[in-house]
């Protein structure tokens, strides 16, 4: 009974979004498991997925990154994106999904039995690039949208565009807005994308072999016309990352930890989160690789 009333929760909330689908909830899951962990933030050291001026490759050399994980309510996702350098650019390619393959459908008869079974998906495919300035660093990405539910399905078009800069003594800001574009109709009904604003700081302490970096950032999501603040921490010693996370909005709030280490050219970490709905603990598992 519990399984039902939960699967019956995530199809009204499909239902009410304005896609119809995965896809409001897709465009703005963490991408991968530091995202998840520390909360998405677009100052100085933070993510190029909510910050496109923010794409660089941690070395000299490309990076190629491979993420799985789960969201709330059973929603798998994962994604793969590779950065390399373009002479004075950077550049992120990317593909992201998420899905979730068992919702049911039922008509007002009581029956233990769904009259069937049906899925909704989201992806997205796209590039972005990032230019280093004498007043900062600009960023924009662009990407082919398709998402999918029952026999509906919606195509388009979405950019990010994104800033950034290192101000004196280790504060850096960022500024980002997300999801500017549009999408095809779902038969008569024309979905709206989720607009997203950001804007944030980061100040970064050295002490010794410890690298501590603080994040707050503000996000406005005109697809439910609410802010949320985001607090994040990453404290790297050594070869070794402790992640930990806290955001806040007028119904909800979450608190989210994780960890990595690099050995070599291999990459890892892993991340939870955990919120005050309790529908589920997401969790993301991201491996990254230093390419030759």
């Not at 796209?126 to 280093?132: D, F, V």
């Amino acid at each position: 009974m519990h399984l039902i009333f939960r699967k019956l929760i995530i199809y009204l909330t499909i239902s009410y979004s304005s896609l119809c689908a995965i896809g409001a909830q897709f465009l703005t899951f963490p991408e991968n498991a530091y995202d998840l962990a520390i909360g998405s933030h677009v100052s100085f050291g933070g993510s190029a997925s909510v910050n496109p001026s923010l794409i660089e490759p941690n070395y000299s050399t490309p990076l190629l990154g491979i993420n799985s994980g789960h969201w709330y309510g059973g929603i798998r996702m994962s994604g793969v994106n590779y950065v390399h350098k373009i002479g004075n650019y950077s550049n992120k390619i990317f593909l992201r999904q998420a899905g979730i393959t068992d919702l049911e459908y039922r008509d007002d008869r009581p029956s233990d039995d769904p009259n069937t079974t049906f899925a909704a998906y989201g992806f997205s495919l796209g590039s972005g690039l990032s230019l280093n300035t004498s007043i900062g660093k600009f960023g924009a990405t662009i990407s082919a949208l398709y998402f999918t539910i029952y026999d509906q399905n919606s195509r388009g078009v979405s950019i990010d565009l994104g800033y950034s800069n290192i101000i004196n003594n280790g504060w850096g800001i960022g500024l980002s807005i997300l999801n500017l574009g549009s999408v095809s109709k779902f038969y008569q009904e024309k979905p709206k994308l989720p607009t997203r604003f950001l804007a944030g700081i980061s100040k970064e302490l050295v002490f010794k072999k410890t690298n501590n970096r603080f994040y707050t950032t503000g996000e406005f999501s005109s697809l439910n016309d609410t802010w949320k603040i985001k607090i994040g921490n990453d404290i790297q010693w050594k070869q070794i990352k402790l992640l930990g996370g806290y955001s806040i909005t007028k119904y909800t709030s979450s608190m989210s930890f994780g960890s990595g280490f690099v050995y070599g050219r291999l990459g890892i970490t892993y991340a939870i989160r955990m919120g005050s709905q309790e529908i589920g603990i997401p969790k993301t598992l991201s491996l990254s690789f230093r390419l030759p």
